[in-house]
């Protein structure tokens, strides 16, 4: 006589369609999160200096971290950048330059001389990024 096997209780079979469904919904959350997240970079070099001016003078780190190459700086990059500026950092200006055939991205105090930061730009699947390696030349000498 074959045995049989013990009936599931209403209640464990409730809480396996919940564990289910609750990881079926945080599957589909994180993938929607994946497929809407922005691209790197920016689509233009004046977009890139807007966007690298906001994220500068609203001191978001994340926003201004997803502007630079992620082969070219470690993960809390621009964090770091954005503690040396201080609690109050001077107004600050991005603009676009152009030097021996590169591009290259200034902040520089607006006020003065007092501060300037210089990164080369790359392009990654039409996409402008920064380069976080410290160019060999002063690009910030006028």
Request: glycine letters at 10%.
């Amino acid at each position: 006589m074959p045995e049989e096997r013990p009936k599931r209780s209403n209640k464990s079979r409730l809480a396996l369609i919940a564990l289910i469904t609750g990881l079926g919904t945080w599957l589909g959350v994180v993938c929607y999160s994946i497929a809407t997240e922005a691209p790197p970079g920016a689509p233009s070099l004046t977009a890139l200096a807007d966007r690298v001016g906001k994220a500068a003078a609203d001191g978001d780190a994340d926003a201004l971290q997803t502007l630079f190459d992620e082969d070219t700086v470690s993960d809390g990059y621009a964090a770091d950048f954005l503690g040396r500026l201080g609690e109050h950092p001077p107004p600050l200006r991005a603009r676009v330059g152009h030097r021996g055939g590169h591009d290259f991205l200034l902040l520089r105090s607006a006020r003065d001389d007092s501060l300037c930061t210089a990164w080369h730009v790359t392009e990654r699947d039409g996409r402008r990024l920064l380069d976080g390696v410290p160019p060999a030349e002063d690009l910030c000498a006028r």
